[in-house]
């Protein structure tokens, strides 16, 4: 069985920061993909960030310039990394690896951008 579990939401100002982590438990040989998904109330779930086990990473263009994703492969950790935050980043983000041949998806971390 394999385990997600994030770290690092709450709530911040506008324009300010939070690091997001998600640590991977349980048995497995490697992770070929990690991402963070976000989903706002009434909307639906999107990708925000992805990095694959070499490093490429993707982002979704409302946070390119702004979000940064990283991970630690001798670890099983990916970071999320979020900068100049704004009001509509308030979501919950979930952090998500695919271990072929099985998706799996962490709790959930509540992010909150507000004055």
């Known amino acids: 069985q394999v385990q997600l579990v994030e770290s690092g939401g709450g709530l911040v100002q506008p324009g300010g920061s939070l690091r997001l982590s998600c640590a991977a438990s349980?048995?497995?040989?490697?992770?070929?993909?990690m991402d963070w998904y976000r989903q706002a109330p009434g909307k639906e779930r999107e990708l925000v960030a992805t990095?694959?086990?070499?490093?490429?990473?993707v982002y979704a263009d409302s946070v390119k310039g702004r979000f940064t994703i990283s991970r630690d492969n001798a670890a099983n950790t990916v970071h999320l990394q979020m900068n100049s935050l704004k009001p509509e980043d308030t979501a919950v983000y979930l952090c998500?690896?695919?271990?072929?041949?099985?998706?799996?998806w962490g709790q959930g971390t509540q992010v909150t951008v507000s004055s």
């Open positions: 349980g048995s497995f040989l490697s992770i070929n993909v």
């Open positions: 990095i694959t086990s070499g490093g490429s990473t």
């Open positions: 998500h690896a695919y271990i072929l041949p099985t998706n799996y």
